[in-house]
């Protein structure tokens, strides 16, 4: 696993997947950790998988909600990664996923 540490040392990006433990959504949850933390190697500090129940799926980026299902749906990997991007690295290309 890439450990380099972000650009710029001050800057540091957390984001938090909660999930529902009732609902099963474990394995959706790491999938889209997976998907992110792929894709921002070297910009994201942490992300972290929270359990939570009633149905929550929530994607969080610095403590900003960013999506919620019950609002949203589920969120498809790539819309959560555009999001995600404009807050840790607006500059970065996601190549494919962008067109």
């Known amino acids: 696993m890439n450990t380099k540490p ?22 959706r ?4 950790a997976q998907e992110l933390l792929t894709t921002f190697e070297t910009e994201l500090t942490e992300l972290a ?3 939570g129940t009633g149905g929550v799926f929530v994607v969080r ?11 949203q749906g589920f969120p498809e990997p790539t819309a959560v990664k555009r999001l995600v991007r404009d807050r840790v690295a607006p500059e970065k290309s996601l190549g494919h996923s962008e067109k």
């Open 6 to 27: 972000p650009e710029d040392p001050a800057e540091t990006h957390r984001v938090q997947i909660e999930y529902c433990t009732q609902c099963r959504w474990l394995p």
């Open 29 to 32: 949850a790491s999938w889209l």
């Open 49 to 51: 998988l929270k359990p």
């Open 61 to 71: 980026v610095d403590d900003e909600v960013v999506w919620d299902r019950r609002e």
